[in-house]
């Protein structure tokens, strides 16, 4: 009976803000491949690396030829795709929030000293935004990937970068607006330090802003993380991510196309339905958007 009335009030409360069947679809997409993620130690029904060169290029089990083994086929060294698709998304969506929340937090920090401070520190950080946007964050990783080599930590930090100057343009209009208000004038003159302003009166009435934008943002990171691992450049085998998985199978697709085809769908719908959602979120949040147009 819990569950049941549960799923009620989800329905009620989605309904409440207007939430299409297109959106209640997306939103429980980006549930299921949450729960895939951490669950994908339970749920692979191998390991992802295991080998078995007697079944190189076996189909999915709805094709001619497939069996019940390797539900969705095996690649081109006979390794399980669903355990490596179910792995690989454990792999993407980890670095993607996590350069997801980096380049949040950096952006959001120099919108926040650009517009208290302004100045030279306000110049400088909107300088820092100019170059980010001339110089698209894939050639930035490309870059700086073939100089100090590839590791993991780097790799996020790299992707991390999409975008993050999207925050700080952010982050700044929205405290110059919000720092002239009485409120703000109010604690000020009740003695406030600038730390004190900015994270206990400014920041979390910018906040609902700042989660909009990084789920707008968040495709644009799994994609640059995609490309990539891709390309050689991200993750590295043994470990897999579904850009990598995707770069494996391009060579196959001739005669055994499951291999990049099948993650490029899971790629596809991530992307989509957390793009719909962003925009669904900001028709919600925002309050200069019509809510009722």
């Known amino acids: 009976m819990s569950s049941a009335s549960e799923q009620v009030d989800i329905r009620s409360t989605l309904r409440l803000w207007g939430a299409s069947p297109v959106i209640v679809l997306c939103i429980g997409w980006l549930l299921a491949m949450i729960l895939i993620a951490i669950?994908?130690?339970?749920?692979?029904?191998?390991?992802?690396?295991?080998?078995?060169?007697?079944?190189?290029?076996?189909?999915?089990?709805?094709?001619t030829g497939g069996s019940a083994d390797h539900l969705l086929g095996t690649d081109h060294l006979g390794r399980d795709v669903l355990s490596r698709m179910i792995y690989a998304l454990?792999?993407?969506?980890?670095?993607?929030?996590?350069?997801?929340?980096?380049?949040a937090v950096m952006g959001t920090l120099m919108g926040l000293a650009a517009a208290r401070f302004r100045g030279i520190v306000d110049m400088v950080a909107m300088m820092l935004c100019d170059v980010q946007t001339a110089l698209p964050?894939?050639?930035?990783?490309?870059?700086?990937?073939?100089?100090?080599?590839?590791?993991?930590?780097?790799?996020?930090?790299?992707?991390?970068f999409e975008g993050?100057?999207?925050?700080?343009?952010?982050?700044?209009?929205?405290?110059?607006?919000?720092?002239t208000a009485d409120y703000i004038?109010?604690?000020?003159?009740?003695?406030?330090?600038?730390?004190?302003?900015?994270?206990?009166?400014?920041?979390?009435?910018?906040?609902?802003?700042?989660?909009?934008?990084?789920?707008l943002n968040f495709p644009g990171t799994i994609l640059l993380e995609t490309s990539l691992s891709f390309l050689?450049?991200?993750?590295?085998?043994?470990?897999?991510?579904?850009?990598?998985?995707?770069?494996?199978?391009?060579?196959?697709?001739?005669?055994?196309?499951?291999?990049?085809?099948?993650?490029?769908?899971i790629i596809f719908l991530t992307t989509l339905?957390?793009?719909?959602?962003?925009?669904?979120?900001?028709?919600?949040?925002?309050?200069?958007?019509?809510?009722?147009g």
């Open 90 to 103: 454990r792999t993407s969506i980890l670095i993607a929030t996590l350069g997801t929340l980096i380049g």
């Open 232 to 265: 050689g450049l991200g993750v590295q085998p043994p470990d897999t991510s579904l850009g990598l998985m995707l770069g494996e199978g391009r060579r196959y697709l001739l005669n055994a196309w499951w291999i990049a085809v099948l993650p490029g769908i």
């Open 273 to 292: 339905a957390m793009s719909l959602f962003g925009d669904w979120l900001r028709d919600r949040l925002d309050p200069t958007i019509d809510k009722e």
């Open 137 to 160: 964050s894939l050639f930035i990783a490309i870059a700086f990937l073939a100089f100090f080599g590839n590791n993991i930590v780097l790799f996020i930090i790299l992707v991390s």
């Open 185 to 215: 004038r109010a604690v000020e003159a009740f003695g406030a330090g600038t730390g004190r302003v900015v994270f206990q009166h400014l920041l979390p009435n910018i906040a609902a802003s700042l989660v909009v934008q990084a789920t």
């Open 39 to 63: 669950f994908a130690d339970l749920l692979a029904p191998i390991h992802y690396t295991t080998q078995d060169l007697t079944a190189r290029f076996r189909p999915p089990a709805f094709m």
């Open 164 to 179: 993050w100057e999207r925050y700080a343009r952010l982050a700044r209009g929205l405290v110059l607006s919000e720092q």
